[in-house]
């Protein structure tokens, strides 16, 4: 079925029911005022599905046999998936200068950090950065969980190669240090003895953390 083109609509009661249905599911939260948002980034699966009201896609993922295929559909529409490495500086300084050498005044490692909605792989890959500069590979034991509930982010995490988009905070020398430019790559690939240090999950609102890379 051809998709339309006609502007949708999203009724408040639509909204309503379907705002809390993937609340429920997924987790994502759509206050009173975001109707209009979820109505934007749920328009383009309601017309590839071609259902002709939000209604009818409410009623796919409540009752609908697809339902299962759908939502990890739905979930990568609603992620925010624009990043970029350096993004929040101040917080990995913290990290770093602080935060650390406090936990291991308290008890001797090992560390596990968790970057929690990691996208795609630029803020957890901005850890180890941090960490390798730092020095504290050397001087304790850390691993760096990554977890996200889009698949298709985890994925590109996963691949491991970013266009120049992701690197307009990072320092060109880190960027030389820590990836490489490959032949036939679309873009710099890291390198493995940063990726090694972290392990991405695929995380929902329904399964614990699995698929470790």
Do not use: H
Not at 34 to 63: I, Q
Not at 122 to 144: D, H, K, N, Q, V
Not at 178 to 195: N, W
């Amino acid at each position: 079925m051809a998709a339309s083109t006609k502007p949708l609509k999203l009724p408040v009661g639509v909204f309503l029911i379907l705002r809390d249905l993937i609340r429920e599911r997924i987790g994502f939260s759509f206050e009173d005022d975001k109707r209009d948002l979820l109505a934007v980034k749920l328009a383009d699966r309601v017309r590839a599905l071609g259902l002709p009201t939000f209604l009818d896609y409410y009623y796919l993922l409540k009752y609908g046999p697809d339902a299962e295929a759908e939502w990890p559909q739905l979930t990568d529409a609603l992620s925010v998936q624009e990043t970029f490495f350096w993004r929040e500086f101040e917080p990995l300084q913290a990290l770093v200068d602080i935060l650390i050498p406090r936990q291991l005044a308290l008890e001797p490692g090992p560390l596990r950090i968790w970057s929690a909605a990691c996208a795609t792989g630029e803020e957890p890959l901005s850890i180890a950065m941090a960490l390798t500069e730092a020095g504290w590979f050397e001087r304790t034991t850390i691993e760096i969980w990554a977890s996200d509930v889009s698949s298709t982010a985890l994925a590109k995490a996963r691949a491991g190669v970013y266009r120049e988009r992701s690197f307009r905070a990072l320092p060109p020398v880190l960027r030389d240090r820590y990836f490489t430019s490959e032949a036939g790559a679309v873009g710099f690939v890291i390198k493995p003895l940063v990726s090694e240090t972290v392990r991405a999950a695929v995380a929902n609102a329904l399964a614990t953390p699995g698929d470790v890379m």
